[in-house]
C-alpha cells in the first residue's frame, strides 16, 4: 500500500505570547517572555506566584453566553484556535465530504478549574445536598474541546483526544498523520489546548518541586540548560494545525506550510514523573521519528527539544541527542521554546510544532532566552547550539519536535520543507 503525503495548510493560536500565529511568532522570535505574576486567582500564599497566562482573552467576544456556560476555559481556547486555523487553511466545507474530515485535538489535563470550582461549591453547600451543574461532567472532560470543534463544523471523521501528559498534542498530530496517509481521511484539524493555571495545579506541582519558585524575576525564570534553573513555568494556551492529504491540499489550491515527515513514539518504563537519567526513551523516540519518515540524523537541521527547564530533564535530553545525532549534532541548532512561553503540558506539542513549522517556512531558529551560565554537568555539552538568548537565521531543511511527558510517555515529529 502507498502511503499518502501529509502537509499543513492551517494554522491556529493563543498563548501567552500573543493572541494568533503572527504575533506570537513575533515574539518568540523577539526573545520575548510570556510569564508574569498570576491573575487567575490569587497566588499569594503559594511557593509559585507566576505563570504564562494568555492575556486580553474575553471569552464574551468570541462566544455567546450559552456556549460560555458550557465551554472550560481550556475549550475555549481550543475553539479559538481550531477556528483562527480553519479560516487559515481556506477549507470550504460545503465542497468537502464531512464523513472525511476529523478532529484529533488533545489536552494533558482538560477542565480542572470546573472540577475545583464544582466540588469546592459541593463541600461549601453540602449540608443542602448534592448539587451539581449539568454541565459539570461535560465541561470538564479531556475529549470535550475535539468534541465541540468537531460539531461546530460538522466534521464527522475520527473524532478524539489524545491523553498523555505533556507528549498528549504531539501524539494527536502523530495519529492525524498517520490516519490521513494511511488514505482514511482527507484532513484532520489537530493540536492541544490546555489551562491549568488553577489552585490546584500551581499547588500540586509546587508540592511536587517541580515548578520554578523565582518569583522575583517571572520573566527570566524558564532557563534551559542554565545551571540555575530550578523548575519549569505553567503556561496556558491552545494551538491547532490542519493535517491534509497533499493532493487534496492541491487540487483545492491551498496554502502549504510544510510536510510532516513522520512521527515517533516511546515509553521510558522508568519513573512516574522523572525522564531517565540516560535518556533510554527520548533516544528511541527520535530513531522511531527518524525511521518513520525514512531519514537519517545528518538531514535534521533544527530540534524544538522538550526543555522543560527542570534540573534532570534538560541533561537526559541533551544526552540523547549526543546519543543519536553523534557528530552532526555539532551542526545542528537546538532551542527550547519554552523559556518564552512557558510549558502548556498537553498543549505543549502542538504549540511547539507550530513554532518549528515557522521556523522552516522563515528559515530561521527561535532562541532559548535566559541562559546564564552553564552547568557542571558534563552531559550538557556547551559546544552544542542551543541557540541561546538570541533567534539565528539559518538553513532549515526539515525539523523535530521533542515531547515528554509524566508516565514516561515520548512522542516527536518530523517537518520538513514541502518539495513537490
Known amino acids: 500500500m502507498e502511503l499518502k503525503r501529509v502537509v ?6 493563543i498563548t501567552p505570547l500573543g493572541n494568533d500565529v503572527q504575533t506570537t511568532w513575533e515574539n ?54 481550531a477556528k483562527d486555523a480553519m479560516e487559515d ?52 472532560i479531556a475529549d470535550i474541546a475535539a468534541g465541540h470543534i468537531s460539531m461546530i463544523y460538522g466534521l464527522r471523521g475520527p473524532n478524539y483526544a489524545t491523553v498523555s501528559a505533556c507528549a498528549s498534542s504531539t501524539n494527536a498530530i502523530v495519529d492525524a498523520f498517520n490516519l490521513i496517509r494511511l488514505g482514511k481521511v482527507n484532513a484532520i484539524v489537530t493540536g492541544g489546548a490546555e489551562a491549568t493555571i488553577s489552585p490546584s495545579a500551581v499547588g500540586g506541582f509546587n508540592a511536587m518541586h517541580a515548578l520554578s519558585t523565582r518569583n522575583d524575576d517571572p520573566q527570566a525564570a524558564s532557563r534551559p540548560f542554565s545551571a540555575s ?13 490542519i493535517l491534509e492529504e497533499l493532493q ?66 534538560d541533561i537526559s535530553e541533551s544526552r540523547a541527542i549526543l546519543d543519536v545525532f553523534g557528530e552532526h549534532s555539532y551542526k545542528l541548532n537546538i ?5 518564552m512561553t512557558g510549558h502548556l503540558l498537553g498543549g505543549a506539542g502542538a504549540l511547539e510544532a507550530m513554532l518549528t513549522i515557522l521556523a522552516i517556512r522563515d528559515q530561521v531558529v ?20 542551543f541557540t541561546f538568548n538570541k533567534a539565528q537565521k539559518r538553513e532549515i531543511r526539515a525539523a523535530l519536535s521533542n515531547t515528554f511527558g509524566f508516565g514516561g510517555h515520548n512522542a516527536s515529529v518530523i517537518l520538513k520543507q514541502y518539495n513537490k
Request: glycine share 12%; proline share 5%.
Open 89 to 140: 487553511s481556506g477549507l470550504d466545507l460545503e465542497k468537502e465530504n464531512l464523513d472525511r474530515i476529523g478532529v484529533i485535538f488533545s489536552a494533558g489535563i482538560g477542565g480542572i478549574k470546573t472540577f475545583e470550582d464544582e466540588v469546592s461549591e459541593y463541600f461549601i453547600n453540602k449540608e443542602k445536598g448534592p448539587k451539581f451543574n449539568p454541565f459539570f461532567i461535560p465541561k470538564m
Open 248 to 313: 487534496h491540499a492541491i487540487a483545492r489550491g491551498a496554502t502549504i506550510y510544510a510536510e510532516v515527515a513522520g512521527g515517533g513514539m516511546s515509553a521510558d518504563a522508568y519513573h512516574l514523573t522523572a525522564s531517565h537519567p540516560e535518556g533510554l526513551g527520548a533516544k528511541l523516540v527520535m530513531r522511531n521519528a527518524l525511521e518513520d519518515a525514512e531519514m537519517t540524523p545528518d538531514q535534521i537541521d533544527y530540534i524544538n527539544v522538550h526543555g522543560t527547564s527542570t534540573p534532570v530533564g
Open 8 to 13: 499543513v495548510t492551517g494554522l491556529g493560536a
Open 335 to 339: 532551542s527550547s521554546t519554552k523559556s
Open 366 to 385: 527561535p532562541p532559548t532566552i535566559n541562559f546564564t551560565e552553564g552547568d557542571e554537568d558534563p552531559d550538557i555539552d556547551y559546544r552544542l547550539n
Open 229 to 241: 534553573r530550578d523548575g519549569f513555568v505553567i503556561g496556558e494556551g491552545g494551538t491547532a494545525l
Open 28 to 81: 518568540a522570535l523577539a526573545g520575548k517572555s510570556g510569564a508574569g505574576p498570576i491573575t487567575h486567582f490569587d497566588a499569594s500564599l503559594f511557593k509559585t506566584q507566576f505563570a504564562c497566562e494568555v492575556k486580553d482573552f474575553n471569552p464574551a467576544d468570541h462566544f455567546d453566553r450559552k456556549e460560555i456556560r458550557k465551554y472550560d476555559r481550556y475549550s475555549q481556547l481550543a475553539i479559538k484556535a
